[in-house]
């Protein structure tokens, strides 16, 4: 088990190491009868060359984007397939070392997270370096599906939907685009009919399918003889999704059918004025009505995504969901979650906050890696924007702040160097790619930020963390966490929370009887937050006294017991106050309208900020 005691450090070497993945295969078909064919990589981490019969076909670089290769020149009966890998951290730091204009800080975490160096230079899963909640684990592997696609005239590569709410007419709309790849040299007519058989819709367009890939939008009008039924958040109404089928006919004699779920949702970002209060509020209007945003932010559930099932997903967001939760945040130092995860989603009624994958740290904006981002948002846009769970994109998790509260030390005389760079990356790219492939739901550029002000202040405002602005990131450890007069008056709590351990069963797994102690070298080598261990007797001793049996295992035992039940007493007295704070202006700070408490689950089994 990687887990186990000291196996996240005495298992480093695997991640400095080059390892190839490689196998022979037999091609299931005939490939003289093909047009074209392509070997689909729907995931690769992170840095590879890819070969078929010594050939290469090209190199990736992106953990988070999709790759495909044509092979149809150079296929064959039977075929020899390699995956070259180069270490993420010795290309992170070769990357680091090229970047000689300045800086890109921060070169390494802290030294009581164990972890690598300059993640900020690989797009890939950003606590796999480590974190504070969890272990160094650099992988290096296909971590997605891989599979040959073999056609002829066309191809279809994506299909998305989203819904709209024309006002003024009272009706319901929904926009479809399909992204084709045409072999044909010559233009390709057809028909593409969609069909939604309950809410008695269906319409019939003439289509043009020219040579390359390309795409065809369709404006979709809901019948509005039919009462369309809304998708609501948890506790809010049903989240009803209404079966369709989309038939693609082209003059080739070629048929796509292509089933899917519609699903009918507004989303609204609302920033005005507040009578009786500067700034602005923050709320979301999901089908035009106010919702209090109330959940808890989502980490990877492991460092081995392979290892996280459906089952795995069910079991924390059905929790989630019965704890009466409508939101979780997709926290941007980790991974795009698989489709699975937004399926439960969409199903359970839980609100997705969808950061992009950038956390803590600054980043390169040279065209090479600029690139690479602008395919990687255009895939994962593309591929997650039929979710109506998904409510809000953002660009990035505290990298705001970082710049205005100078995280890093930057001289005053740089600082321009890395505001340019932060607008270049989030705005001229990412925000620009975002709102061109996704009209339906709003887009901030960074969380905490004062939204419609720090966009005024030229993105990066003096303050992120004003209380009469956008979304507020909060932590104390040293006040009384029961005193909910030390807790900010924000108009959006998007982290707030406090450290428990695991419960002793869950320890005990992973551990043998030597580290069953708060003080012993193992309960010191989990905790990757500096002073955390110190900071959960601190906060115990305020309200109860400290275990003080002569069984040391018993005494570990209580002390977990109490940081649990601590951390539980303090996350209900600030969530309580956000939640009471949302009909209140007191010297014009309240009108909070969410809640999302840091964090909803582990990644590994250690002290952290957890809750599952």
């Known amino acids: 088990d990687p887990y186990y005691r000291f196996n996240d450090v005495m298992y480093r070497w695997i991640s400095l190491d080059n390892w190839t993945y490689s196998r022979t295969y037999k091609t299931p078909f005939d490939v003289r009868k093909w047009q074209k064919v392509n070997l689909v990589f729907e995931g690769v981490d992170t840095v590879a060359q890819i070969l078929i019969n010594n050939i290469t076909l090209g190199r990736t670089d992106n953990m988070f984007n999709r790759y495909s290769f044509d092979i149809t020149s150079v296929i064959k009966e039977v075929n020899f397939v390699e995956v070259r890998f180069l270490s993420a951290i010795s290309y992170a730091a070769e990357q680091s070392r090229c970047h000689k204009a300045y800086s890109i800080p921060?070169?390494?975490?802290?030294?009581?997270?164990?972890?690598?160096?300059?993640?900020?230079?690989?797009?890939?899963?950003?606590?796999?370096?480590?974190?504070?909640?969890?272990?160094?684990?650099?992988?290096?592997?296909?971590?997605?599906?891989?599979?040959?696609?073999?056609?002829?005239?066309?191809?279809?590569?994506?299909?998305?939907?989203?819904?709209?709410?024309?006002?003024?007419?009272?009706?319901?709309?929904?926009?479809?685009?399909?992204?084709?790849?045409?072999?044909?040299?010559?233009?390709?007519?057809?028909?593409?009919?969609?069909?939604?058989?309950?809410?008695?819709?269906?319409?019939?367009?003439?289509?043009?399918?020219?040579?390359?890939?390309?795409?065809?939008?369709?404006?979709?009008?809901?019948?509005?003889?039919?009462?369309?039924?809304?998708?609501?958040?948890?506790?809010?109404?049903?989240?009803?999704?209404?079966?369709?089928?989309?038939?693609?006919?082209?003059?080739?004699?070629?048929?796509?059918?292509?089933?899917?779920?519609?699903?009918?949702?507004?989303?609204?970002l609302v920033q005005e004025p507040i009578p009786g209060s500067p700034g602005l509020s923050f709320y979301f209007k999901i089908n035009g009505r106010p919702i209090f945003i109330k959940g808890s932010n989502w980490i990877p559930a492991d460092s081995f995504q392979d290892r996280v099932t459906y089952d795995t997903l069910w079991l924390l967001l059905k929790s989630a969901a019965d704890a009466n939760m409508n939101a979780l945040r997709v926290w941007g130092g980790g991974v795009y979650e698989q489709d699975e995860f937004y399926n439960i989603c969409d199903e359970l009624g839980i609100m997705i906050w969808q950061d992009f994958m950038f956390a803590c740290a600054l980043y390169p904006t040279d065209q090479n890696y600029l690139e690479s981002v602008r395919a990687e948002v255009s895939y994962q846009v593309r591929r997650l924007k039929s979710h109506p769970s998904i409510i809000l994109w953002s660009g990035n998790n505290e990298n705001e702040a970082a710049i205005a509260s100078n995280w890093f030390s930057i001289p005053y005389?740089?600082?321009?160097?890395?505001?340019?760079?932060?607008?270049?990356?989030?705005?001229?790219?990412?925000?620009?790619?975002?709102?061109?492939?996704?009209?339906?739901?709003?887009?901030?550029?960074?969380?905490?930020?004062?939204?419609?002000?720090?966009?005024?202040?030229?993105?990066?405002?003096?303050?992120?963390?004003?209380?009469?602005?956008?979304?507020?990131?909060?932590?104390?450890?040293?006040?009384?966490?029961?005193?909910?007069?030390?807790?900010?008056?924000?108009?959006?709590?998007?982290?707030?929370?406090?450290?428990?351990?695991?419960?002793?069963?869950?320890?005990?797994?992973?551990?043998?009887?030597?580290?069953?102690?708060?003080?012993?070298?193992?309960?010191?080598?989990?905790?990757?937050?500096?002073?955390?261990?110190?900071?959960?007797?601190?906060?115990?001793?305020?309200?109860?006294?400290?275990?003080?049996?002569?069984?040391?295992?018993?005494?570990?035992?209580?002390?977990?017991?109490?940081?649990?039940?601590?951390?539980?007493?303090?996350?209900?007295?600030?969530?309580?106050f956000y939640r009471f704070s949302q009909s209140e202006i007191i010297k014009g700070e309240g009108h909070t309208m969410g809640a999302l408490y840091w964090q909803l689950n582990d990644i590994w089994q250690a002290p952290s900020w957890a809750s599952l």
């Open 106 to 268: 921060p070169a390494c975490p802290p030294p009581v997270q164990k972890g690598e160096c300059h993640a900020n230079f690989i797009r890939k899963e950003q606590c796999s370096f480590s974190w504070d909640w969890g272990p160094s684990f650099p992988t290096q592997g296909i971590w997605k599906d891989v599979r040959i696609e073999a056609y002829n005239h066309y191809h279809l590569i994506y299909f998305s939907l989203t819904s709209f709410f024309a006002k003024s007419a009272q009706q319901w709309s929904l926009e479809i685009e399909s992204i084709f790849d045409v072999v044909s040299s010559k233009p390709i007519a057809g028909l593409v009919t969609v069909n939604i058989p309950k809410l008695q819709t269906q319409q019939t367009f003439n289509v043009m399918l020219q040579p390359g890939e390309g795409s065809i939008v369709l404006l979709v009008n809901i019948n509005k003889s039919s009462t369309v039924e809304a998708w609501w958040p948890n506790g809010h109404g049903k989240q009803t999704g209404y079966n369709m089928t989309t038939t693609f006919i082209m003059e080739t004699g070629y048929q796509i059918e292509k089933i899917s779920k519609a699903y009918f949702r507004t989303v609204e």
């Open 413 to 576: 005389a740089d600082r321009e160097v890395y505001i340019e760079d932060y607008v270049k990356l989030y705005v001229k790219n990412i925000q620009e790619i975002v709102l061109a492939e996704d009209k339906s739901r709003p887009f901030i550029a960074s969380s905490p930020t004062n939204g419609l002000k720090s966009v005024k202040e030229g993105w990066v405002s003096q303050n992120p963390y004003d209380t009469h602005y956008g979304d507020t990131h909060f932590y104390d450890y040293s006040n009384d966490c029961w005193n909910w007069t030390v807790y900010p008056k924000t108009r959006f709590a998007s982290e707030y929370g406090f450290q428990s351990w695991p419960s002793f069963s869950t320890i005990k797994k992973v551990s043998s009887t030597e580290d069953w102690s708060y003080t012993s070298n193992f309960s010191l080598h989990r905790q990757h937050h500096e002073n955390g261990n110190d900071q959960m007797l601190r906060q115990i001793g305020i309200h109860f006294k400290l275990p003080q049996s002569t069984d040391p295992v018993k005494k570990f035992k209580d002390t977990i017991y109490l940081t649990q039940v601590m951390q539980a007493q303090c996350i209900k007295t600030e969530t309580e």
